[in-house]
Nanobody, 126 residues
């Protein structure tokens, strides 16, 4: 079974940084898309950043995120990261790691494209 376990969330002040991690195991495919979504209270879940393994293509789902966040991976540890700098209150929400068979184009930031999800890690920016 595919398992995704997020960690690294917390509470920070505006302008601060956090680094999220997602440890993956049990994935049956050699090539896949893996990424981060977030859901703010009362809002729909939205894509943040994705990478097509083995790390060739990276997609940031908004200009604001692209300018402040960096997605990366350590294939030796089967771990995905999201470095978040310049955090803003609008970044507050539950952050989820997700993965699926390779996803491309307009579907890459859509949550319905992903079959496997972690339990989430809370990020609060005040």
């Amino acid at each position: 079974d595919v398992q995704l376990v997020e960690s690294g969330g917390g509470s920070v002040q505006a302008g601060g940084s956090l680094r999220l991690s997602c440890a993956a195991s049990g994935y049956p495919y050699n090539w896949y898309t893996m990424g981060w979504f977030r859901q703010a209270p009362g809002k729909e879940r939205e894509g943040v950043a994705m990478v097509y393994m083995p790390g060739v293509d990276k997609t940031y789902c908004s200009i604001s995120v692209r300018d402040r966040f960096t997605i990366s991976q350590d294939s030796t540890k089967n771990t995905l990261y999201l470095q978040m700098n310049g955090l803003e209150p609008e970044d507050t929400g539950m952050y989820y790691c997700a993965t699926a068979r390779p996803v491309f184009g307009l579907l890459v930031c859509r949550d319905e494209s992903y079959a496997y999800w972690g339990q989430g890690t809370q990020v609060t920016v005040s």
